[in-house]
């Protein structure tokens, strides 16, 4: 991984993959910082979707078209980069991210328990029982990253239970949906939460029969709750963990990302980290859309950012239902009642619920619209994305100008709410590798093959007219633009290689979109990032081939070979 000035050098087969003559440029010399030639250039923009060749001036755009036009460019001064038959492509664009809890829950030295990582949840438990013999006692542990559903033999841990395996340090350990964590006795203790605290508002401390704290909480603000001396913890070391992060995301040939759960705590750091000359992202921030900023009249967003901004807030988060691995997403149809759902203590006929009643979701929307901001807002389940659509239709009421309301996520969204969600000129961003990790639980476990198999319907948005996105939501899923685009095409699931609803597969091309120009439409960036157009910053991703020539059931097979940041080098792919 390298990242800092401009090209270094990006490797093939062991030869250095462009010329280059360090000569300084004089102020009026108009040639080229860098050109890219000897491969396909991907354009993502209308009338072109290939050509020969790219130039770079000054961190933006400066030529697109044959070799020999754009090399007509080159100057004494210009790095020629032979791409050797490799495609060039506009930088991917993760719309829906989470930087500062990847730094929170996986740089090092975090424990990561994640199915990715650990398949099963003896493993899990193999790695407390090991992080707690090395952890000196009263020294805080935080696993991040079980999964039920992903790991079947994993028993949800409860206070009594983990109070066993860690009898002398707090423990919490974090479900991998982010939705659910669990704690023994020192954690709550140490986060300030009694049997008698109050729950927050859209969230819960999970009371057994008897009124004791079990353990478990429920939605995000209980869990930042149960977690906070974790991150009190990792304060000190906070930015050198969101530069690991950065340079994780960075490595999926991501140039412009998203904080999706933004505190105005972290404002100051993302403005210092953006500052750095070496800043390898751009970033887009959504605040926690809680009460007390909604009665803030002074909260109003000044004038929208350019892309040379590297770091802003643009917009407010809210939250309707939880996730479906929690089981506490709102449907109009029942989870099964099966083996799976019963481990995840779910009744028969189980029926999820909001997190905020239609009254307080619709007061938030109208508050945050009214204060200028973009909204987005968390939803899965079909009833709830009915609401979501309702207060959205409420908050715009009388209001002119392009809002880009946003939908995220939106596993069981219908077409007609599609249809519905286009005429009141909102969007979606899908979490389209549900479909592959998951694909098999949602149809056997979950919701069965009418239901399960319609998840993240794609085509369904795309008929409806919308401009959608793909995301990998943080910490959820590893940071994969080229997997969200291989499942779009394929809908094919990780273990059994079923394929869900082949009817909802896209294209290659709108799959690519998805991933750059519409997902950078929806942070209002689309003017400047996302497609290879004249004019536009050099948001570049090097990738090992051309996905619009690349089969299908192979576009999981291409890897990053370099990412590029309004012409800077963010990463280099070092393993070759």
Not at 102 to 114: G, T
């Amino acid at each position: 991984m390298v990242g800092g000035a401009v090209a270094t050098a990006a490797v093939a087969g062991g030869a250095t993959m462009y010329e280059a003559n360090r000569s300084h440029r004089s102020g009026a010399d108009s040639s080229a910082d860098l050109i890219f030639t000897g491969g396909p250039v991907v354009t993502v923009a209308p009338g072109a979707p290939e050509v020969e060749a790219l130039a770079v001036t000054r961190g933006r755009i400066s030529a697109i078209g044959t070799s020999a036009e754009v090399m007509a460019l080159r100057g004494t001064a210009t790095q020629v980069v032979h791409l050797n038959g490799r495609a060039l492509l506009p930088a991917f664009v993760e719309p829906h991210s989470h930087p500062t809890e990847i730094a929170e829950a996986l740089a090092p030295p975090a424990v990561d328990v994640r199915p990715f990582t650990v398949p099963t949840g003896a493993g899990v438990m193999r790695k407390l029982t090991d992080t707690v013999a090395v952890t000196p006692p009263g020294e805080p542990i935080l696993l991040y990253g079980i999964d039920e559903l992903l790991q079947p033999d994993l028993e949800l841990p409860t206070a009594q239970r983990l109070d066993v395996l860690a009898p002398k340090n707090p423990v919490v350990l974090v479900a991998n949906s982010g939705h659910a964590a669990y704690g023994n006795t020192a954690a709550f203790a140490a986060a300030g939460i009694s049997k008698d605290t109050p729950n927050p508002e859209g969230a819960q401390f999970v009371h057994g029969p008897d009124g004791e704290l079990t353990g478990e909480v429920l939605e995000a603000a209980a869990v930042l709750a149960l977690t906070a001396p974790f991150g009190k913890r990792v304060q000190a070391k906070m930015a050198d963990n969101v530069r690991w992060a950065y340079a994780q995301l960075a490595a999926a040939g991501i140039a412009t990302t998203s904080e999706h759960a933004h505190s105005a705590e972290f404002t100051h750091l993302f403005d210092t980290l953006a500052s750095e000359p070496n800043c390898k992202l751009r970033v887009r921030a959504y605040e926690m859309g809680a009460p007390h900023l909604a009665d803030d009249k002074g909260h109003r967003p000044g004038e929208r950012p350019g892309g040379d901004k590297l770091f802003a807030q643009i917009g407010m988060k809210l939250w309707a239902d939880g996730s479906p691995w929690q089981g506490n997403i709102d449907t109009t149809f029942p989870y099964l009642t099966d083996p799976a759902t019963a481990r995840m203590g779910l009744g028969p006929h189980h029926h999820g619920g909001m997190n905020y009643t239609p009254q307080q979701l619709t007061q938030l929307a109208e508050a945050f619209a009214g204060q200028g901001w973009q909204l987005s807002c968390h939803v899965h389940g079909d009833a709830a994305i009915d609401i979501v659509l309702d207060a959205y239709e409420k908050a715009m009421s009388g209001r002119s100008g392009d809002h880009r309301l946003r939908l995220e996520h939106c596993g069981a969204m219908r077409p007609d709410q599609f249809d519905r969600a286009n005429r009141l000129g909102a969007t979606v961003s899908l979490f389209m590798e549900h479909l592959y990790y998951w694909g098999d639980v949602l149809i056997d476990d979950l919701f069965g093959p009418d239901k399960g198999a319609q998840w993240m319907s794609a085509k369904s948005a795309l008929d409806a007219g919308l401009r959608i996105s793909f995301h990998n939501d943080g910490i959820v899923t590893p940071p994969d633009p080229i997997g969200n685009i291989a499942t779009a095409v394929t809908r094919a699931a990780k273990g059994s290689g079923r394929i869900l609803a082949p009817e909802q597969r896209i294209d290659i091309d709108a799959a690519i979109k998805a991933q750059t120009l519409d997902a950078a439409w929806q942070l209002y960036l689309d003017h400047e990032v996302g497609s290879l157009e004249k004019g536009k910053y050099a948001d570049l991703v090097m990738l090992s081939a051309n996905p619009r020539t690349t089969p299908p059931t192979k576009l999981r097979d291409l890897t990053v070979e370099a990412t590029y940041l309004m012409g800077r080098q963010t990463y280099r792919n070092d393993s070759h």
